[in-house]
């Protein structure tokens, strides 16, 4: 195809492609996850409550930075080598955070299996989109989502259950075997056509741009997580980077729209109204999804319930998430349209945030279950809906770069919500 693509590639291939890129977004979704439930004991163990936010935000920063970068670099020097990269700094944080005995080994651990991880979710969905023709997107992505929807689920469970068997540092140290395994076959059997890699070759990386980005991402997030420890926002160290932040993320726009031979994002696309719109719709709605995740398990555990049992509640909103991505990516491939089923989607989300704010420490037992289930449903559905919505409204030349941006978005909304919920939480509380 004139794109790049190798569409006619084999079944048995296809699922053996898929499936190890698959099996690394399991684990990435489980260091995502399983984070919640150990970073009290990771705390404890390395005598850093000062520094408690830090530990579950850092994962974050580097997941923007490498996800914001990723699809530009990958266009240039090639997924399979992008994969490699990704892989090896996953694996390299991982062992970090296994092996450390200190906050800083532990934290570099951490930026490092973010930036690897984070770029193995999004380079996982350039490769998809390079071999799989358009009408059959949505449904490959609605399979795809059952893995990361599971893991979202277990993660808690898995990270608590580590930790109360053989301690919190082998929930880390079990994955790097399997990582590197997977790393390898992924190596070896990801073989993408070089013919849009060649047309990016004589391109330069845009390097003023990933720096200035790279910049902005980091002093924003920065800055929003020590406003999360201290509830004075008019500390120097809030107020300065997230100025100096404003300042290089607008000095970026700048390059990007007026110099940039190669931009590392296609501002002008991402403004679109279309694609706008959907870029805005991704940052709110996996913020509010995260949000919620976080404080109706700290409400489970308020009630009494352990770290497993709160994490046990989540079931449902795996289960439902992972069929509702396969069903509405069904139904996407089978009718072609989109719109009203993302706007019913978009309803169902609503419902079942307004059904978890009612719930109190009276509630029926069952309900968690139910709302939750509820939202499964639809943040599920909504994941299939995004991505086809800015799949078919850019050109295939800059999908990998879109996609990219629209990672990004996502975890800078996590980042975001996290650290506004909890400036409000301890205001109220």
Not at 137 to 165: F, H, K, Q, T, W
């Amino acid at each position: 195809s004139s794109d790049g693509r190798q569409f006619d590639i084999s079944g048995p291939r296809l699922a053996l492609v898929l499936g190890s890129l698959w099996l690394g977004g399991l684990f990435v979704a489980l260091d995502e996850t399983m984070i919640a439930t150990i970073s009290v004991p990771i705390a404890n163990s390395l005598n850093a409550f000062d520094s408690f936010s830090w530990i579950t935000t850092t994962y974050l920063l580097g997941s923007t930075i490498a996800q914001a970068m990723s699809g530009h670099l990958t266009d240039i020097i090639g997924r399979r080598k992008g994969l490699a990269v990704c892989y090896f700094a996953f694996v390299l944080g991982t062992l970090f955070c296994g092996l450390s005995h200190n906050l800083s080994l532990f934290l570099a651990g951490r930026i490092l299996q973010g930036m690897g991880g984070g770029a193995v979710s999004s380079i996982t969905a350039f490769v998809e989109t390079d071999l799989i023709p358009m009408q059959r997107r949505p449904l490959i992505e609605g399979i795809g989502n059952i893995c990361y929807g599971v893991m979202m689920a277990l993660g808690g469970v898995y990270g608590a259950g580590i930790d109360r068997l053989i301690g919190w540092k082998w929930a880390f140290l079990i994955q790097v075997p399997i990582m590197i395994i997977d790393g390898a076959v992924v190596f070896f059997v990801v073989k993408i056509s070089d013919e849009k890699r060649i047309k990016h070759k004589d391109q330069h990386v845009d390097l003023l741009g990933i720096l200035s980005l790279l910049g902005s991402l980091a002093l924003l997030e920065f800055g929003l997580n020590n406003g999360s420890i201290e509830l004075d926002w008019s500390q120097p160290t809030i107020i300065a980077p997230l100025c100096v932040a404003g300042i290089a993320f607008i000095a970026f726009l700048r390059w990007e729209l007026k110099h940039a031979r190669n931009p590392v994002v296609p501002v002008k696309a991402i403004a679109g109204r279309s694609v706008g719109s959907i870029q805005l719709s991704a940052f709110l709605s996996t913020g509010a999804y995260t949000g919620c995740l976080f404080y109706v398990s700290l409400y489970l555990q308020i009630l009494g319930l352990s770290s497993v049992e709160s994490s046990l509640r989540l079931i449902p909103l795996a289960l439902l998430f992972g069929i509702s991505s396969i069903a509405t990516g069904y139904v996407v491939q089978l009718t072609h349209r989109y719109w009203h089923l993302n706007i019913a989607l978009g309803i169902v989300n609503a419902v079942a945030y307004g059904l978890m704010c009612t719930l109190h420490h009276g509630s029926p037992s069952w309900q968690p279950y139910l709302f939750l289930g509820l939202l499964g449903v639809g943040f599920g559905g909504s994941f299939v809906t995004n991505l086809m919505g800015v799949l078919v409204s850019i050109p295939d030349n800059i999908q990998a770069v879109v996609q990219s941006a629209q990672w990004a978005i996502r975890s800078l909304g996590i980042a975001v919500t996290l650290t506004t919920s909890s400036v409000l939480f301890q205001a109220i509380s």
